[in-house]
Antibody
Framework: EVQLLESGGGLVQPGGSLRLSCAAS????????MSWVRQAPGKGLEWVSV????????YYGDSVKGRFTISRDNSKNTLYLQMNSLRAEDTAVYYC??????????????WGRGALVTVSS | QSALTQPPSASGSPGQSVTISCTGT?????????VSWYQQHPGKAPQLMIY???KRPSGVPDRFSGSKSGNTASLTVSGLQAEDEADYYC??????????FGGGTKLTVL
């Protein structure tokens, strides 16, 4: 069974940094692109970033470009999201999700349970 | 990139069919065959229900179907059941290595 478990969420002040991790199991992690999607409290889903299976290709949503960095360690089956210069509007549950088909934009499944990031002073 | 447009709510009685629309532009929904639909129950993670406009992942009931016409994609849930009550989100490839989501539709089973 595929499992994705996020960690590293919490409360951070505006302008601060936080790193999320996502431990993957139940599939050959190094064979799949992975993505982060977030959901602000009571709001809809917003795509954040994606990384190719080898880590060579990374793409970001406009709202996080230049502030967030996605990475992965295939030897540890772990996905990361380094978040810098955090703003109040970054407050959200961050979901780790596996790319479902060959093309990374073809769909995401499954999803982890999410990690809550709260940016507030 | 603007979010795709979904109706905030939809409803139907058990056994009925309901269709949720997702309107974009020729730069996203209308330009690619990469439309996905997700179901999210309260407090839970989303689940992929439809990918590539009309394909169903293994395990998703065939009561769920997807289609697209021009810049509008649609999710139809036939034979509504109580457990179908949830939020539904569409997404589409938006070109330039970007994915855009809809604002979500709350489906109520009356």
């Amino acid at each position: 069974e595929v499992q994705l478990l996020e960690s590293g969420g919490g409360l951070v002040q505006p302008g601060g940094s936080l790193r999320l991790s996502c431990a993957a199991s139940g599939f050959t992690f190094s064979s799949y692109a992975m993505s982060w999607v977030r959901q602000a409290p009571g709001k809809g889903l917003e795509w954040v970033s994606v990384i190719g299976d080898s880590g060579g290709n990374t793409y970001y949503g406009d709202s996080v470009k230049g502030r967030f960095t996605i990475s992965r360690d295939n030897s540890k089956n772990t996905l990361y999201l380094q978040m810098n210069s955090l703003r109040a509007e970054d407050t959200a549950v961050y979901y780790c999700t596996k790319v479902f088909v060959f093309l990374w934009f073809g769909g995401f499944d499954p999803w982890g349970r999410g990690a809550l990031v709260t940016v507030s002073s | 990139q603007s979010a795709l447009t979904q109706p905030p709510s939809a409803s139907g009685s058990p056994g009925q069919s309901v269709t949720i629309s997702c309107t974009g532009t020729s730069s996203d929904v209308g330009g690619y065959k990469y439309v996905s639909w997700y179901q999210q129950h309260p407090g839970k993670a989303p689940q992929l229900m439809i990918y590539e406009v009309s394909k169903r992942p293994s395990g998703v009931p065939d009561r769920f179907s997807g289609s697209k016409s021009g810049n509008t994609a649609s999710l139809t849930v036939s034979g509504l059941q109580a457990e179908d009550e949830a939020d539904y989100y569409c997404s589409s490839y938006g070109g330039s290595n970007n994915v855009v989501f809809g604002g979500g539709t709350k489906l109520t089973v009356l």
